[in-house]
């Protein structure tokens, strides 16, 4: 697998730490009343088979967080951002 | 037919033209009061167990592939019980004891084989971890030793015990941990669930999970709507996308486990052993190749195959245990895909959803729980209620906290 | 009543490479040596990180501070080197000019520059990382931060032959094993 850091070019999977699915948003209140949500973001996945985003670490590089868009059954790389507009993004798409 | 010499020694008198198949290959019926998904280790030992010890026969089990396709036949075969947790103990040696009378019991050679599993330590703080780990065993009756770099050392006198890096201290023996041939315990049980009336069905693909009123009523697959009354999943690394199908999300991400076998050599390494300071284990196949393996690649993946940094990872740790290793030419790898839950260990239990059973969750780790996972996942889909031996692999136990983390990481399924 | 703070120490640089990178003539014999090593010391050597939306104007600052070489070390990152200054000054003088821009921080002692330089340099470094250094791709003046023999590193070519490798001085002496290994074909120089 090679992946296109944005600030590095393409680099091979070993300069990378994997931490999982992007998709999950943290709840933003500590209210017990959003138990569900805690437990839906701590513990559960989709876990799909095929278009998949997760975060990745370029801890042998440039040490920044991406979001790397790749393809679970065949390791297909689509892409990489930054997770910084990764997250602005989403914030876009949720206002 | 039973398997035993005088079979043996008549079908040898026939030119071995006679034998019969181990199982039958029977279409679908329409319906069954239950259906097990996963021809898998898992799924067929269920089935196995629901038909000898609760009676209930009129079962089929619908593989998508052929028997053995999935993990339990990429396995590297290993069986032990030197877990540190309550609640897992008592269930993996529950399985090593069944393991101990398998062949027995199925009348089928596994090749059982209790050569002693034995894990290397390179610090004092590995040492103290394992005597911790030792003594756990040996208050729930599982066999543990401790042994000094010197007992090693006359076990495997070819290793490199001196490595200025990674120096062996010594080592946490289980004596009656070893390997089973692992796709003839699919085969074994296939036979003896079969012989049973069991229906095992291959090439039968589950498309969908039919519920009514919150109650299973059957699946849809390749070959049509199957009814039944109870549904139970065993389907490891496909296990969310099969849940996902009851609108389940589980607690689960599928990742690749890479394994590796060399050419044949003579007898060199009698048991079991796992590096301490990096990830490789070992252990000789009766083949003569070496079997071995390391960690997960780290990634989500359902690809069955991984890539190299894990495999040159795997075989630099080997070379650093066993230098003489540098000289092996390897033959073989391949990939399975591990269902990592989120605690590392395993769920087996019933659903919100009635007539709804989960067996999933096994991580790198499900070959040895074969046995005990199949007779606990039959009793709790018999019963409607989990054994005390399975009472820890709740599904709720995430939401209720009380993970069974044997190694503390937390909800990061890629480091358990 | 608060004490006047006490001068700070002052703990002069000690290369972790001394004692290993002996000098001398190494590997194949014949003809000139394919590759030099020089171990850059001692060397005054700092990270700046800019502040949020100070990139620009650090980037400026850093033009600004005489005598050194500035090179890229990861997103709003640099890594500032110079020649000849006593322990800690180039640290103060660019923290006073930074202060409110950027996180510096003095790295002198924690790490180590190798020069590597000559006509088979490209060669031993290409064994080592999966950047590509064809000049068209790497030109002189970039930098790029990458792994060699597991270990994390800091590249940066200095010259159409010469690189800069800027390693954590705990994983120096690894890095020198195997660089000088991967170099043994050419023949090497340890200046
Ligand atoms: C390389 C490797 C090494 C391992 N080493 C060890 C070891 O040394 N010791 C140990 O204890 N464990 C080990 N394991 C783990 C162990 O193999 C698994 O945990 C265990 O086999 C999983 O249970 P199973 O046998 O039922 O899985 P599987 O054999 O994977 O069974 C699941 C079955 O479900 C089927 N299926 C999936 N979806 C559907 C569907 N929609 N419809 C119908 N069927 C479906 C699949 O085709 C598959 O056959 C290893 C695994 C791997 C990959
Ligand atoms: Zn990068």
Redesign the interface.
Known sequence: MLIPCPHCGIRPVEEFTFLGDARPVRPASNDPATMDQWFDYVYLRDNPKGRFDEYVHHSGGCRAWLVVTRDTETHEVFGAVTARDWAGKRKGRRA | MKYSVFSLLKNAASGHKNWTPAWREPDPKPEYDIVIVGGGGHGLSTAYYLAKEHGLTNVAVLEKGWLGSGNIGRNTTIIRSNYLLPGNNPFYEWSMKLWEGLEQDFNFNAMVSQRGVLNLCHTDPQRDAFARRGNAMRIDGVDAELLDREAVREMYPFFDYDNARFPIKGGLLQRRGGTVRHDAVAWGYARGADSRGVDIIQRCEVTGIRTAKGKVVGVDTNRGFIKCKKLGLAAAG?S??VA?MAGM??????HVLQAFVSEGLKPYIDGVVTFGAGHFYVSQSDKGGLVFGGDID??????RRG?L?MV?HVIEAGVAMIPSLARVRVLRSWGGIMDMS?DGSPIIDKTHIEGLYLNAGWCYGGFKATPASGWCFAHTIARNEPHSLNAAYRLDR??RGYMLDEKGQG????LH | MKAKPAAEPVFPRVSPLADVALQGRFGADRGAPGVEFRVRHPLSILTVIARKGQSAAVADALASLKGTTVQWAGPDQYFVLAEGRGEGALYREAKAMLDDKASVSEQSHGRVVIRVAGAKARNVLAKGTPVDLHPDAFPVGMSAMTQMAHVGVHLTRVAEDAYDLSVFRGFAESLWEWITEQAEEFGYQVK
């Open positions: 496909n969310s996308e996902a999300k589980l607690p689960i991400e599928s780290g990634y989500n993946s359902y690809a890539n940094p040159e989120m995430f939401r909800a990061t399924p890629n």
